[in-house]
């Protein structure tokens, strides 16, 4: 079963960064070479990994760096939701999945 397309948008910066995790693990890490790799100081070679387990998506940390969601601090396998608020080090994102990500259309008013 594949899994969704999640994004993760960079508070600071409000870059949008889009992540295929269908049936794989992505690191999110400094190096070059990670999934989505993040110019930043306080991040890990391979920081933290994101996985759809065939259900719902999950982060958990690779290095014994911080990793935190929702400010509470991640130290093994955590489930995430759209909305939530994921710190890698110093880094913070907001996780959305980019089948959600289409603007909701206002509320109809009631007949009279």
């Known amino acids: 079963m594949s899994g969704p397309a999640v994004t993760l948008r960079r508070s ?3 870059e949008t960064f889009r992540l295929d995790v269908a049936d794989r693990r992505c690191v999110i890490g400094s190096d070059s ?8 100081a306080d991040l890990a070679p391979a920081h933290a990994r994101l996985f759809w387990d ?19 601090p991640v130290t093994g396998r955590t489930p995430i939701a759209a909305g939530d ?22 509320p109809q008013p009631s007949p009279p």
Do not use: M, Y
Not at 33 to 40: E, I, K, R
Not at 98 to 106: F, K, L, N, R, Y
């Open 33 to 40: 070479g990670a999934d989505l790799p993040v110019t930043n």
């Open 54 to 72: 065939g259900g719902s998506l999950h982060v958990e940390p690779v290095a014994p760096a911080p990793v935190a969601l929702n400010g509470k």
């Open 85 to 106: 608020w994921l710190a890698l080090g110093t880094c913070l994102f907001q996780i959305g999945f980019a089948e959600s990500a289409q603007p909701v259309p206002p």
């Open 12 to 14: 600071t910066t409000r």
